[in-house]
Structure formats: structure tokens, C-alpha cells
């Protein structure tokens, strides 16, 4: 009985160490597919295609840009 | 009086201009039915098509700008034989080879009946069969190949059997844990694997006495025990079929832990193909294995449960390792910290 406990508990460890390293080797397919190129889109909500100051109004192309 | 000739002259005229015009449209017609246009020429004879490009390659692939090449795939025909296979042959397979063995075995306890242990002098007494180290390695493979097996049956019969039972959403959970513990729980099984070939290795090379076992079909039929060392021919086959479906599955298996890491999606379709089918045939090979172990045959637990099986039992089954025990016994030094002398 003892050898089947700790078998039970060393396949939930190796299962656990396992997770844990593949889940740091994973990357969402965002991540591993993207280019240097411009994203249109945002799936991790940290930066956008306008920069990080984007206030969310699209500039009026007539008027010039401040900066 | 006179409008009838007219008449009749301009019907004739219409009818013969119809006729011509049906005729030279029918020629015309034939002409473009067969890829000819007026002129002559066939416009998409130099033009590239799906069979000339099929002659080159199994896929019809595309140009992508992302990094991700594999989405470049746009038609793989081989991949609707896949989906024919995953869909109809593998679920009917796994029945067929699950419920089949089950259904032997059954067959097998109604006719031959549990495999009772003969009563000697040596009944009661007690020999180490397995320490602890080799029960370790056992369970730790066992309990993950249950999870595994359970899990990957989950990945055919889920979505028909579990799903209609429990709904969408409590299966879309249980199916997402299922996944989780197969990918993560391969790895102790990998190294349990690993670990039942170091150990027993030595144990398991096949020899003439096999043979005679065999010949024997092992004491299952008649009342003679044939001889055997530590592991009869059976368990040998059973120690190779671990051995052997297990290190292919491990092999297919990180090849689909590792998506596309080295092999294109023919490979990864033929990879799961193989996982699957010796994923079966591995289930109803173990079900035998747990049948014997088990409900089978008096006294065969002990030897995975306490590690100390009956001297009568082993003396009729193992006598060969029993002798080869008890002379190391006898003289002494390689008598292991747990190890009960046998006489």
C-alpha cells in the first residue's frame, strides 16, 4: 500500500513539474505566429496598433496631427 | 386570294432560316463542349489545375506572409481519409477491441473459472516477489495508464456517449480536464516505462523454457503447471507489449505534444492514426493483464500488493526463480533488507 501512495503522489508531482514547464515553453498563437508588422487586433490588451497613448478617437486625416 | 401564296412563301423562308441558325448553333455547341472556343484554340491548356498540381505534391499549398507556415495548406485530400478514419473507423475499432476483450475474458472466467490456489506444504509461507521499488514503478505507470486510457477513450467516445448523458457544458469540463491530465500525466508514465525496462529487462529475455511454456498454453488448460523463471512467457509478452506500445506511444504521443515540431500535417494526421490504434490494442492488452493479476488467479495480487506472494503459489508457477531464490538465499549476503528466506 505504502509503494502505491507514493507512487500516486510522485505521478501527481512529475505530472504537476510537467505542466509547469511545458506551460512556460507554451505561447499563445499570437505570440508565435505574429510578425514585426502592424496587428490589427488585440488578444493580450497591452499595446495597440496606434501606440500605448491612443485615446480611442480616430484623428480627422483633414486636420494635422499635433505631435 | 393572293395572301395565301405569301404566306405560306414567308413560312417556308422562316422555317429554312430557323433551321440554319439551329444547325450552326448545335456545331457551335459541340465545338465549345469540347474546350474549344471558335477560334480554335483552347484558352486553358497551358492554364495550371488542381490534377497537375496533385502529380507534384499530396497538398495544394498557398503563400502566406505570416510566419506560420502550415496555414499556407489549402487542400489535402488525404486529410478527408483521416476525418473517415477518426470519425467511423477508430470509434468502431475501439469497441470492437475494448468490448471484445472485455467480452473474452468474460467468456474465459465463465468456462475456465478463477485459478485457485493449490494447497502444499509451503502454503501460508511467505517469499518476496517484487520490493518496493519495483511496486513503485508499477503503480506510478499503472494509475497514469488508467487515467491515460480513460482519457483517450474520452477523445472517441466522448462526444457520442459522455456528451448525451452529462450536456454540453459539464463534458466541454470534463473534457478539458481529461486533456489536461493525458498531456501531463504521459510524462510519470514515460518515466515508469523507463523504469519497468531497467529493472526487469533481465528477467524478461525469452528462452527455450518460453517455448515449453507456451507449448504447455501455460497450465491454463489441464492440471500441469509448466516451468518458469521469475516471469513466465505470458508475463514476458505482457513485459514487451509495455515496453514495445509504450515507447511508441510516447514517441507518437510528443510528436503531437510538440505539434508540427518535426513532421507537416501528413505526419501529424499519421501520427495520431498510430497513437490511436496502439492506444486500443495497449487498453485490451492491459485488460488481460489486470484480468489475471486480479480477478483470475488466486494469489497474484500479493505479488504487486504486499510484494510477498505465497511460497506454494510461486513454487507452482515460478519454481525455477523460487530454486534461484532460495540458493541465493542460502548463502547468505544477497538476502535483501525485506526479504523473507523462503525455507
Not at chain 2, 13 to 28: C, E, K, P
Not at chain 2, 86 to 93: A, K, M
Not at chain 2, 108 to 137: H, Q, S, V, W
Not at chain 2, 247 to 254: E, F, I, P, R
Amino acid at each position: 500500500m505504502k509503494a502505491f501512495i507514493i507512487a500516486l503522489v510522485v505521478a501527481v508531482a512529475l505530472g504537476t513539474l510537467a505542466a509547469a514547464l511545458l506551460n512556460q515553453q507554451q505561447r499563445f498563437a499570437y505570440q508565435a505566429f505574429s510578425t514585426s508588422g502592424a496587428r490589427v487586433s488585440d488578444p493580450a490588451g497591452h499595446s495597440n496598433l496606434v501606440g500605448p497613448h491612443w485615446n480611442g478617437v480616430t484623428p480627422d486625416p483633414d486636420k494635422p496631427s499635433k505631435s | 386570294m393572293r395572301r395565301t401564296p405569301t404566306t405560306f412563301r414567308t413560312l417556308i423562308a422562316a422555317t429554312i432560316l430557323t433551321a440554319a441558325v439551329g444547325a450552326s448553333s448545335t456545331s457551335f455547341a459541340q465545338q465549345t463542349r469540347d474546350g474549344l472556343n471558335p477560334t480554335g484554340q483552347n484558352p486553358t491548356a497551358e492554364s495550371v489545375n488542381e490534377e497537375f498540381l496533385f502529380k507534384q505534391d499530396p497538398k495544394i499549398t498557398g503563400r502566406i506572409s505570416i510566419p506560420d507556415g502550415k496555414a499556407a495548406n489549402l487542400i489535402q485530400p488525404a486529410g478527408r481519409d483521416y476525418r473517415d478514419f477518426r470519425e467511423w473507423w477508430l470509434p468502431w475499432l475501439s469497441a470492437l477491441a475494448v468490448l471484445g476483450a472485455i467480452a473474452l475474458l468474460g467468456l474465459f472466467y465463465f468456462f475456465r473459472g478463477r485459478i485457485l490456489m493449490e494447497r502444499g506444504p509451503d502454503t501460508g509461507r511467505k517469499i518476496l516477489r517484487f520490493n518496493g521499488f519495483e511496486r513503485f514503478a508499477h503503480w506510478m505507470t499503472s494509475s497514469c495508464f488508467i487515467i491515460l486510457a480513460l482519457s483517450g477513450l474520452n477523445y472517441i467516445f466522448g462526444k457520442r456517449l459522455l456528451m448525451p448523458l452529462i450536456g454540453a457544458d459539464a463534458f466541454g469540463v470534463v473534457a478539458q480536464y481529461a486533456k489536461f491530465s493525458h498531456i501531463y500525466l504521459a510524462w510519470p508514465f514515460m518515466i515508469g516505462v523507463a523504469l519497468m525496462l531497467v529493472l526487469w529487462l533481465k528477467d524478461n529475455i525469452p528462452n527455450k523454457i518460453d517455448i515449453a511454456w507456451i507449448k504447455a498454453f501455460g497450465g491454463f488448460v489441464g492440471d500441469k503447471h509448466p516451468s518458469a523463471g521469475r516471469f513466465n512467457a505470458g508475463q514476458k509478452m505482457v513485459f514487451w507489449m509495455v515496453i514495445g506500445f509504450g515507447s511508441a506511444m510516447s514517441v507518437t504521443g510528443l510528436m503531437m505534444i510538440f505539434p508540427f515540431a518535426l513532421t507537416d500535417i501528413t505526419g501529424m494526421q499519421l501520427m495520431q492514426v498510430i497513437h490511436a490504434l496502439i492506444g486500443i490494442a495497449f487498453i485490451a492488452g492491459i485488460l488481460a493483464h489486470i484480468y489475471i493479476g486480479t480477478l483470475g488467479m488466486e494469489g497474484a495480487y500479493d505479488a504487486m500488493g504486499s510484494g510477498k506472494v505465497d511460497l506454494g503459489w510461486a513454487k507452482v508457477h515460478h519454481d525455477l526463480w523460487v530454486e534461484q531464490e532460495q540458493a541465493k538465499n542460502a548463502s547468505g549476503p544477497q538476502l535483501g533488507r525485506h526479504q523473507v528466506p523462503a525455507e
